[in-house]
């Protein structure tokens, strides 16, 4: 078993970089909060692939198949809820989530399981563990994160990512979410990819700063006269940026940009058409 702190265990899932993997950097991690001997609740369920519901279910009889109170969805994306509905009908519990997310799940599973989330609302587990529920769009307007005061830790799902960016749907948002964060000076991420942080609230820190900077170098793109989004990737993303991972980086590009014609200091024309 993999303990990784007073009341967290963590399963690991290994991805191979050159698949979808790519956008996983650092793998995908599943967790289990609470005590064995008492109580659980599970963070998110992983990609839809047998072998992963599997290797849950497998992790979860070495954890002495205790009582789990609750599955956690950080968000909707299928990577956090494929196999849900074994993980769910094995543990006999019910799936919680962002309101956003309720109705797309209860179609899923049945809305007899599914149970919406209140903002900050604390869950108990077992061996006197609680979790903070904490709405934070950004990556997905449906994404939640979890804060465990006990073990000062912070479940960040997709928000937070351990050794990468993340891609963002509302930059604004996304803002917000990352000052939420950071005021609760964590010490531990645990994030749904890539490794563990020790120093959790500086290193929420510096991807605040790191977006901050990369709004910077995108508005001195465009000064520079770079208008296309493409163009703006191959001004500001590394030179060895891998191919697959280019779109991603023209839709981080993308939501800087909106979020700048919101604020006033971009202007974006519409494209024209002609006959060739």
């Known amino acids: 078993m993999s303990q990784i702190s007073k009341h967290v265990y963590r399963f690991f899932i290994e991805e191979a970089i050159e698949g979808f993997g790519l956008m996983h950097a650092g793998g995908t991690n599943i967790y289990?909060?609470?005590?064995?001997a008492e109580d659980m609740v599970l963070v998110d369920t992983g990609e839809h692939y047998r072998d992963w519901t599997q290797g849950i279910l497998k992790y979860y009889e070495q954890l002495g198949s205790p009582?789990?109170?609750?599955?956690?969805?950080?968000?909707?994306?299928?990577?956090?809820?494929?196999?849900?509905?074994?993980?769910?009908?094995?543990m006999n519990c019910p799936v919680r989530c962002h309101p956003s997310l309720a109705p797309r799940l209860e179609k899923m599973l049945g809305s007899d399981v599914v149970e919406k989330f209140r903002s900050r609302e604390l869950i108990r587990t077992g061996g006197?563990?609680?979790?903070r529920a904490l709405f934070t769009p950004g990556h997905e307007i449906d994404h939640t994160c979890f804060?465990?005061?006990?073990?000062k830790v912070m479940f960040?799902?997709?928000?937070?990512?351990?050794?990468?960016?993340?891609?963002?749907?509302?930059?604004?948002?996304y803002m917000r979410s990352l000052q939420l964060l950071a005021s609760f000076q964590v010490d531990k991420v645990f994030p749904a990819h890539g490794k563990l942080i020790e120093n959790g609230a500086d290193y929420i820190k510096h991807y605040i700063d790191h977006r901050q900077q990369r709004e910077k170098q995108i508005v001195t793109a465009l000064s520079a006269g770079h208008t296309e989004v493409y163009a703006i990737?191959?001004?500001?993303?590394?030179?060895?940026?891998?191919?697959?991972?280019?779109?991603?980086a023209a839709r981080n590009v993308r939501t800087h940009l909106y979020k700048l014609v919101v604020e006033g200091v971009v202007r974006?024309?519409?494209?024209?058409?002609?006959?060739?």
Request: charged fraction near 20%; proline fraction near 2%.
């Open 32 to 36: 289990f909060v609470g005590d064995p």
């Open 67 to 90: 009582k789990v109170s609750a599955i956690l969805i950080t968000h909707g994306h299928g990577d956090h809820i494929g196999g849900s509905d074994r993980l769910q009908e094995a």
């Open 156 to 173: 960040t799902g997709d928000t937070v990512l351990g050794g990468s960016s993340s891609s963002v749907r509302d930059l604004s948002s």
């Open 147 to 151: 804060y465990l005061a006990q073990d």
């Open 128 to 131: 006197g563990a609680t979790l």
């Open 268 to 276: 974006q024309t519409e494209a024209e058409y002609s006959l060739i």
């Open 233 to 248: 990737v191959d001004e500001v993303y590394p030179k060895n940026l891998r191919t697959g991972l280019k779109e991603a």
